[in-house]
């Protein structure tokens, strides 16, 4: 499974960003992790094919996971960022057997 991520920039904290991923094969579900400055790796946000969502406490109620299950395609909106929300976001899947594969990770700054 091969992985696209975009999305990621300099962001004006209040404002919005949409990173996208794209992958080459079929999924159990897609997602989101991401990774501070000096800190680990930590979920953002995931979203089975069934449906289901799950996301980090942190972002819950700024953040908005999606999918097109068609173009194969998981979105992350993300609002009224924060400083702290700056990372590295790194799209990942599993597929249904289990395996785990990630993107290259995209940049996101949160700063005036």
């Known amino acids: 499974v091969q992985l696209q991520a975009f999305g990621g920039g300099l962001v004006l904290p209040g404002g919005f960003r949409r990173l996208s991923c794209a992958a080459s094969?079929?999924?159990?579900?897609m997602g989101w992790y991401r990774q501070a400055p000096g800190k680990q790796r930590e979920l953002v946000a995931t979203l089975t094919r069934a449906g289901n969502i799950n996301y980090a406490d942190s972002v819950k109620g700024r953040f908005t996971i999606s999918r097109d299950i068609r173009a194969n395609t998981v979105y992350l909106q993300m609002n009224s960022l924060e400083p702290e929300d700056t990372a590295v976001y790194y799209c990942t899947v599993l597929t249904w057997n289990m395996n785990r594969y990630w993107g290259q990770g995209t940049l996101v700054t949160v700063s005036s």
């Open positions: 094969g079929r999924t159990f579900s």
